[in-house]
């Protein structure tokens, strides 16, 4: 099922297909890591692309042999959350998700291959990720480490909990 795996930027046209990818996968990713009252209210929030992240020429797709995208991620220079720390220019990985059917197959680990890449040349010298909580591992994995737990306020009154992390790029 591995099958020839491809890199490219993403474009507008991409959008409906990074939304769906997110709205089937963020649920079954996470489950088990969160509460149900808090996936319920939180997942609509998260599950949508951000269509200026995917057309700034940082933001990737991982396509299949039929041309399906079965992961998708990227960084940008801006911060989406708080303020920004490290020494150097930072950057921000942004909405990286595999297929959940696709786990332990390589797509995130090719994936993240490129975006600490495409950030190296583009100057960046450090990444600042907000992890879920059972991505720990996978960034772990490769080459970040855990800063500590912070609160994403989604909407007045919803938080959502993540992991921040970070490495030298």
């Known amino acids: 099922m591995t099958g020839v795996l491809t890199i490219r930027q993403t474009?507008?046209?991409?959008?409906?297909?990074?939304?769906?990818?997110?709205?089937?996968?963020?649920p079954a990713l996470l489950q088990g890591h969160?509460?149900?009252?808090?996936?319920?209210?939180?997942?609509?929030?998260?599950s949508r692309a951000n269509p200026a992240l995917v057309a700034s020429g940082h933001y990737f797709a991982v396509v299949d042999d039929w041309g399906r995208i079965v992961g998708a991620g990227?960084?940008?220079?801006?911060?989406p959350w708080g303020e920004a720390r490290g020494v150097g220019p930072v950057g921000h990985i942004r909405y990286v998700v595999?297929?959940?059917?696709?786990?332990?197959?390589?797509?995130?680990?090719?994936?993240?291959?490129?975006?600490?890449?495409?950030?190296?040349?583009a100057g960046i010298r450090q990444l600042d990720c907000l992890s879920t909580r059972m991505a720990v591992p996978f960034y772990a994995a490769c080459g970040f480490e855990e800063v500590g737990p912070v609160m994403i306020a989604l909407r007045e009154a919803i938080e959502f909990p993540a992991i921040l992390m970070r490495r030298e790029v």
């Open 34 to 46: 969160y509460p149900p009252s808090l996936m319920v209210m939180a997942i609509p929030l998260i």
């Open 11 to 26: 474009r507008g046209a991409d959008l409906a297909e990074i939304d769906a990818l997110f709205q089937r996968s963020y």
């Open 74 to 79: 990227g960084w940008s220079r801006a911060v």
């Open 98 to 121: 595999t297929d959940h059917r696709r786990t332990r197959q390589g797509v995130g680990r090719r994936l993240m291959t490129h975006i600490i890449a495409d950030a190296r040349g």
